[in-house]
């Protein structure tokens, strides 16, 4: 056994144990000298504190002191306004000086805390960052105040704490205001320079597609920003020369027209369509100078198969229990990103082998049923009480309940060939050359739609005739091979 100056652990705390019944905390060299006997002791009991005052480091350290009890009586609903709105520097808090451990507003969000962590399955880590954080954010908190998250930011990230789960308890007690960027402050800055006649309708119809209207439901946020910045440069050459819009012509739309080419030509005729339909509507224009001019159809890429060995370099990359559900769920059953990162625990019945992907009902094979019992059993194991619903959880997610990115969704198969879209394609072509070029069939299977069903079955169609056609030509060149080996004439001459 490891021993201190000649002696044994058991030496020690047998010799601090008759130091402290004396009463006496100098020296334990005397005591360890004459000591005769040894109190053995069973599992964890030398942690159990005896009476008496501490020994050693634990007698010059306080105790955490505990929450106290949150006061019967509510807040006072007088409250004291501002007189200037002075912004916090929470960075300079020095919790010796500046902590009120008995402030109502603390211990009220000190408790939210623990019974969000209960509910969430927050680690003992994590509850102990939100506590330190929330000390800080209300220490000196009174009522009528508001914790800012530029403010409350720095302080944190200074000091290594979870911002995301402090700012969640103090949302739920009504004390948190976010003033990072909204959309108005984006909004503002990407219609700067434009017209202010102009700038009304374009804001009008920002906000119908990002909340809906009366006869049209809301859009995706992507879908918003991709539209203002496709239409953004044409928004400020048309302030240089127009007052309304109105006053923009078809002979306009037309010259955009024939700038662009491909996808671009597509996407920025549709915003225009998108933007002078709303105006034309809301009655600020009286006729859509979009009307009558063909977006044409939209080019795809040519669908081609992927290569074994590309396939090959994505199924050793999947080292971990979520790369193989991950790879498996795109390359056996076509599931997008976004699907693979908003599925749900509820969507898999593993006893009736049946899995959901976008409310499309699809058979579950050996290979991903095991891939998915093995990373549930991993995802016990290490997140035992998170409350999160969906499937793959990360160490962010598992403290909440929303899904994971597509960043990190997509990390297994990063600087592969084979990406998370390349490998659903490929299983719906694979489909195609398979059972055949039915765009109904690959419809039913997979749950596309059909202008994107058509689009394989054709691609299917193609790579099949193109490999009728070369059938017949590898054939003559063997049986000309085969004449030739069979002809006393050398070949060179022929």
Known sequence: MPTKKGYCRLCWLQASLEAKTNGEMVVL???????QCQQLFLARMHRIRQPGPLLGKAGRRKLRQPIPPEPTHPPSSWIQPSLLDVPRDYRRFDRRRDQDLDNPWLVR???A????????????????????ALVIALSGFTTGDTVRY?????????RGLNTRRTSEVLDRLGLFEDDRPTHSRWLDRKLEGVGPCIRHDVEDWVRTLRDGGPRSR?????TVWSYLGAVQPLLLDWSNRYHHLREVTREDVRAVAASLQGSEHHH??????????????TGTLFRDPTARIRRGRRNYGVILPLETEEIHQAVAAATTPTARVIILLAAVHAAQSKTIARLRLDDIDLGECRLSL????????DLTRQAITDWLTYRRRRWPNTANPHLLVNRQTALGTEPVSRLWLTNPVRHQAATLERLRVDRQLEEALTHGPDPLHLAEVFGIAEMTAIRYAT??????????????????????????????????SR
């Open 113 to 132: 805390a623990r019974e969000l962590g209960a509910a969430r399955g927050w680690t003992h880590w994590t509850l102990r960052e939100v506590d330190r």
């Open 29 to 35: 060299a005397p005591y360890l000298a004459r000591l």
């Open 109 to 111: 969000a000190r408790r």
């Open 459 to 492: 691609a299917a169609r193609q790579i099949l005739e193109s490999s009728a056609e070369a059938e017949p030509m590898s054939s003559s060149s063997t049986h000309g091979l085969t004449t030739d080996q069979h002809t006393d004439e050398p070949t060179g």
């Open 268 to 281: 920025t005729l549709s915003a225009l369509r998108s933007l002078f339909g709303h105006c034309k509507a």
């Open 218 to 222: 809301p859009r995706d946020q992507h």
């Open 150 to 158: 530029c403010e409350l930011l720095p302080a944190l990230r200074q």
């Open 358 to 365: 976008a409310g499309h009902a699809r058979p579950l094979d």
